[in-house]
């Protein structure tokens, strides 16, 4: 297929990049096409490492060579034969033996993909961290510019996608492509991964899958640390198209729980390079260390911190502590923080 057929196919499909910031995919391509450098690389991300997201594993498990195609697309795209695909050691080996052989049928075809595998963890999958790691550096987010995707590894442009976008590049180009995505389950009677319609909100979703609670409820979408939290009746406005996760909490659920497994996310998984992150995630942990179920949740003291977390810290993850937080408080208790 052409490229410029590809892209206006993909353009019409409105795809968007599923690894949460939905930025249009068609944008993304052609800013890299139209860059003059001779050789670009190509990465699959496959690192997927907010809390109880698996969504990606399951297309891996399920369809790997539509992904491993969606990737060989965008090579023929960009002209060039090689890629990265970065993948978390665990995913690696449960899958090794569907994706080895996947990969090394492109090799004859003459597409060099590169198996990169990492440890586990959030942070392994911000895109400065990952393409530090591909060049050997410390899996720690980027201060410089420009962007990745101009000067990306070694120097070239990079084109990154996670999992599940190049996917849906691959349906597209095969014109299977439907509207629909995959979005995890968790704490419903069936928990998984389920396909759903992308124009549908999260309580039809989950009633179509069978997987309404049949008690009371709030509901984090998006993933389990950094995602929005929302009563059940919000759950009935609430686009599914941005959840690559949805998991249900028990109204008994106490605050002390969910803001411990928020605040014991962040704390383990901040790379450590900012103030606000190392010591904002710390600070919080340590508030709630000897609080038991009858404390004082101290929320005069925690909200300065995540609002200093939110505007000051370098990257995507010290940020996101904010909206679970907030959203919970507002929407759960009642209260503004
Ligand atoms: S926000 Fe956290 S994870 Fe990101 S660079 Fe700062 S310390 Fe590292």
Redesign the pocket.
């Known amino acids: 297929m052409l490229g410029d057929e590809l892209l206006a196919k993909i353009e019409q499909a409105g795809l968007v990049g599923r690894g949460g910031a939905a930025f249009p995919v068609h944008l993304k391509w052609k800013r890299i096409k139209d860059l003059p450098d001779p050789k670009k690389y190509v990465v699959c991300n496959a690192s997927e490492g907010e809390i109880g997201v698996q969504k990606d594993l399951y297309i891996l498990q399920n369809f790997p060579e539509k992904v491993i195609k969606g990737m060989l697309f965008a090579m023929d795209f960009l002209s060039t034969k090689e890629a990265y695909f970065y993948i978390n050691k665990n995913y690696y080996q449960k899958l090794k033996e569907k994706i080895d052989p996947l990969l090394a049928a492109c090799r004859e075809k003459g597409y060099l993909i590169n198996v990169f595998v990492e440890e586990p963890s959030y ?1 392994g999958g ?1 895109t400065g961290a990952l393409l530090n790691a591909i060049e050997g550096k410390k899996t ?2 980027r201060f410089e510019k420009p962007s990745p995707s101009i000067k990306g590894i070694f120097g070239c442009p990079v084109l990154l996608h996670n999992v599940e976008t190049l996917y849906d590049v691959a349906r597209v180009a095969m014109d299977e492509f439907e509207k629909t995505r995959f979005s995890t389950m968790l704490g419903v009677k069936n928990e998984g991964v389920y396909k759903v319609e992308t124009d549908e909100k999260v309580a039809e979703a989950l009633r179509k899958t069978n997987n309404y609670p049949d008690f009371e409820f709030f509901v984090q979408v998006g993933g389990g640390a950094s995602g929005e939290v929302f009563t059940s009746e919000q759950a009935e406005t609430v686009d599914i198209n941005n959840c690559g996760s949805i998991e249900i909490y028990k109204i008994e659920t106490t605050s002390l729980q969910f803001l411990n497994k928020i605040f014991n996310f962040y704390e383990k ?6 103030t ?3 010591d904002g ?1 710390w600070q919080l942990k340590e508030l709630l260390k000897n609080l038991d179920e009858n404390s004082e949740i101290p929320w005069s003291k925690i909200s300065p911190i995540i609002e200093v ?1 939110e505007k000051t ?7 996101s502590i904010a909206p679970p937080v907030r959203s919970y408080a507002k929407n759960v208790l009642g209260m503004e923080i």
């Open positions: 942070i911000e720690q987010p998984e901040s790379c450590g390079i900012c606000p992150c190392r995630s977390m810290s370098f990257c995507a993850l010290g940020k």
